[in-house]
T-cell receptor
Framework: AQSVTQLGSHVSVSEGALVLLRCNYS??????LFWYVQYPNQGLQLLLK??????LVKGINGFEAEFKKSETSFHLTKPSAHMSDAAEYFC?????????????FGGGTRVLVKP | DGGITQSPKYLFRKEGQNVTLSCEQN?????MYWYRQDPGQGLRLIYY???????QKGDIAEGYSVSREKKESFPLTVTSAQKNPTAFYLC???????????FGPGTRLLVL
């Protein structure tokens, strides 16, 4: 069975500082991994995804994530936080077609950006 | 513009009442999904459908029902058997065989 753990339900960063959101997963097969962002009272927007190939994945809004199989991690980073990055971020995993492409989500991390 | 629409944005339910949440997509996606979001709990899968006239239960299907009569539409009914329906409901879809899901704007259900 697949599962996702996001460390830290809330993260506070200063504008211009590094953003680091942690995600660890478990999966019985090679996983597909995703990061989504959610602004208040809105749906989820895809930030980036890892399927196969290069383990460092670049997404929208300057975010990137690195798939580390040995650590079962997929941490999200952004070198310099902007006020517009204040939102909730969700890490998700799927085991692909064999599992009906069902997504399992972490509990989410809410990011606060201080001026 | 292609996308996923959900209506209404807010919905109020009285005790013992069934309510239906709408989800429509014009992306020509085969698969559609319903999730429930509660504060601090992430999203949990209620039902999903890989093809018209077929659907499967997710992790928290009790108290909910769905239908998939058209490719574009996947309505969710919250029945009176769902004792704690207050939540944010999100619909998603994906291309045939695709692993990436795209989400609608959500419906917030409140109990009067």
């Amino acid at each position: 069975a697949q599962s996702v753990t996001q460390l830290g339900s809330h993260v506070s960063v200063s504008e211009g500082a590094l953003v680091l959101l942690r995600c660890n997963y478990s999966s019985s097969v090679p996983p597909y991994l995703f990061w989504y962002v959610q602004y208040p009272n809105q749906g989820l927007q895809l930030l980036l995804k890892y399927t196969t190939g290069a383990t460092l994945v670049k997404g929208i809004n300057g975010f990137e994530a690195e798939f580390k199989k040995s650590e079962t991690s997929f941490h999200l980073t952004k070198p310099s936080a902007h006020m517009s990055d204040a939102a909730e971020y969700f890490c998700a995993v799927t085991e692909g077609k064999a599992a009906g492409n069902k997504l399992t989500f972490g509990g989410g991390t809410r990011v606060l950006v201080k001026p | 513009d292609g996308g996923i629409t959900q209506s209404p944005k807010y919905l109020f339910r009285k005790e013992g009442q069934n309510v239906t949440l709408s989800c429509e997509q014009n992306l020509n996606h085969d698969a559609m999904y319903w999730y429930r979001q509660d504060p601090g709990q992430g999203l949990r899968l209620i039902y999903y459908s890989q093809i018209v006239n077929d659907f499967q239960k997710g992790d928290i299907a009790e108290g909910y029902s769905v239908s998939r009569e058209k490719k574009e539409s996947f309505p969710l009914t919250v029945t009176s058997a769902q004792k704690n329906p207050t939540a944010f409901y999100l619909c998603a879809s994906s291309v045939p065989g695709g692993e990436t899901q795209y989400f609608g704007p959500g419906t917030r259900l409140l109990v009067l």
